[in-house]
């Protein structure tokens, strides 16, 4: 370990002399899949988002980074701000491993009561809350190595101090004990953490943010256990056209997604400040309980899901969004653990998810967790296309008509269908590559097809199947936004009712698009497509 700690801060002092502060990087012709408009890290191995914090007119976007190497090593946070959530600066790493361990995920908090005493001059400080990962103690055999941690800072997140008692939270003696996210509660004037432990999540109370006591458990006979819990979020958000509020709680598990690999799942109901309590209609409407022979406990045969694709993993919602502004945004990693570490992008391996604002509605099923693109992405619009309204069956090719490129471009459709129609939008290239997001009229079913959408071969897990999504919506039109960007695709479908997230790496940029309707005619009610840009 000495010797390791000696070489950390060799690495430290070498990166402090060479990092600076520079915009987020556009693609070029020796990356041909960093995308437009989407966050990438400048170089190496990113992951799961943390940290995410607004604070004097800016957005904090702390993430899991390795920055030697472009596959998983010891983590780091790395960091960047942006005033509109669509531009971003990078900054320099705002926490590095020391001899507690790496520097896992976790969430960070604007500390407005200075409860913790690290406020300097009248001001809040910023208070980052982080699970460290000790690798030899793991190595050794150990079962408490992940542990607890804070920094804070008092210059707006440019650098940062570590507690000097860490660990906060130490471990009881459980391999997974991780990810911590951490909110105020106003009403006890608490704060209050949710931590993953396993298949389950706790609750913890702290008057100072630096001593914490278990108040509650939740989550061992609800929801998919089909692999380990990890980075939950809990938040109040107010019942669309109604006053009431409703708490959601989100839980990433991997492996066990809808089509495979990591996926995050969510609960609705109420939180005291201590227990989450699911509402009963919304446990209701989950399923029926069945037997688990290994845990010997019940457990629920199907989760609610909150994106069907592939590529949406790891998603937190920004904390101290002002009141004035109202919205719950979240950010997600754009990979999945059954191949991120082998896809083919060189020197930089993974990109954020589009900033969404979440919107809970009650539906005849119970409360439903609605995502949308943030307001702030109307400021990449550049050219616009006004699509004529049209019943076509076959093939409509867009491509000249509406001059512009598909390999960035927000579409919004409404179209009708009747119900053994089948709906494609396809993208391809002169290489012969072909992605496709369809809706099945007679299945109810949203489609996203990568199979024949370039490379593959790093992985047998990548493009084995088209991925399927559930419309959650009973109307007559059927609306489909959807962002492209280079080699990616996100899905919003019926105002964010039902969300899909792919990632693709087709070999030259999609330069051909077309609306297809295949079996019946197909009605076109309204369509736009924009060219997108920084």
Same mark, same amino acid.
């Given at each position: ?74 983590? !780091?946070?790395?960091?960047?701000? &942006?005033? $509109? @959530?669509?531009? %971003?600066?990078?900054?320099? #790493? ?105 298949? !389950?999540?706790?609750?913890?109370? &702290?008057? $100072? @943010?630096?001593? %914490?006591?278990?108040?509650? #458990? ?317």
């Amino acid at each position: 370990m000495p010797k390791y700690i000696s070489l950390l801060f060799l690495f430290i002092f070498l990166m402090s002399c060479k990092t600076a502060s520079k915009l987020q990087q556009s693609p070029t012709p020796t990356e041909p899949y960093r995308p437009a408009y989407h966050f990438t890290p400048p170089a190496h191995w990113m992951n799961d988002p943390n940290g995410m914090v607004y604070y004097e007119g800016e957005y904090h976007l702390f993430y899991q980074y390795y920055p030697e190497g472009d596959k998983w090593g010891p983590m !780091h946070w790395g960091h960047a701000v &942006s005033r $509109d @959530l669509v531009r %971003w600066e990078h900054l320099p #790493i705002a926490l590095y491993p020391d001899s507690l361990g790496l520097i896992f995920s976790g969430s960070a908090v604007v500390d407005w009561k200075n409860t913790s005493g690290f406020g300097q001059n009248g001001k809040p400080p910023l208070v980052a809350i982080f699970t460290q990962h000790d690798m030899a103690k793991e190595k050794a055999g150990a079962t408490d190595f992940q542990v607890q941690s804070i920094a804070y800072s008092n210059d707006k997140g440019r650098t940062w101090t570590k507690y000097k008692h860490n660990p906060v939270l130490p471990n009881p003696g459980k391999p997974d004990f991780r990810d911590p996210k951490v909110i105020w509660h106003e009403a006890t004037q608490k704060w209050v953490m949710v931590l993953a432990e396993k298949d !389950h999540v706790n609750f913890y109370n &702290s008057p $100072d @943010l630096k001593t %914490w006591t278990q108040t509650g #458990i939740f989550g061992r006979v609800f929801g998919s256990h089909a692999g380990v819990w990890e980075c939950p979020d809990l938040f109040p958000i107010k019942v669309e056209g109604r006053t009431d509020v409703k708490w959601v709680l989100t839980q990433s598990i991997n492996p066990g997604g809808p089509n495979g690999g990591s996926a995050t799942q969510y609960f609705v109901g109420d939180f005291d400040g201590k227990k989450f309590i699911l509402d009963p209609v919304f446990q209701h409407a989950m399923g029926k309980f069945k037997a688990d022979p290994k845990q010997g406990t019940p457990e629920l045969e199907r989760a609610v899901w909150l994106d069907y694709g592939r590529d949406n993993y790891a998603g937190v919602t920004f904390s101290d969004i002002p009141a004035s502004d109202g919205r719950r945004i979240a950010i997600g990693w754009m990979s999945n653990w059954d191949y991120a570490q082998d896809v083919p992008t060189k020197p930089w391996r993974s990109a954020m998810t589009i900033p969404r604002q979440f919107f809970l509605k009650n539906m005849p099923e119970g409360y439903r967790l609605f995502s949308r693109p943030v307001k702030e992405m109307e400021t990449l619009r550049k050219k616009q296309f006004a699509i004529p309204p049209r019943t076509f069956k076959g093939a409509w090719d867009l491509t000249t008509e509406s001059g512009i490129a598909p390999g960035s471009m927000e579409l919004d459709l409404s179209i009708s269908l009747p119900p053994g129609a089948i709906f494609d939008i396809e993208l391809s290239n002169d290489a012969g590559n072909r992605y496709l997001i369809s809706y099945d009229a007679a299945l109810k079913q949203f489609s996203s097809d990568r199979t024949q959408a370039g490379k593959s071969d790093f992985s047998a897990k990548f493009a084995a199947k088209p991925h399927l999504a559930p419309r959650q919506v009973d109307e007559e039109a059927v609306r489909l936004h959807l962002y492209f960007d280079r080699a990616s695709c996100e899905l919003f479908a019926d105002g964010g009712a039902t969300v899909l997230t792919d990632i693709f790496f087709p070999n030259g940029d999609f330069t051909h698009w077309k609306l297809i309707g295949r079996n019946y005619n197909v009605v076109l009610n309204a369509g736009t497509a924009w060219a997108l840009s920084k």
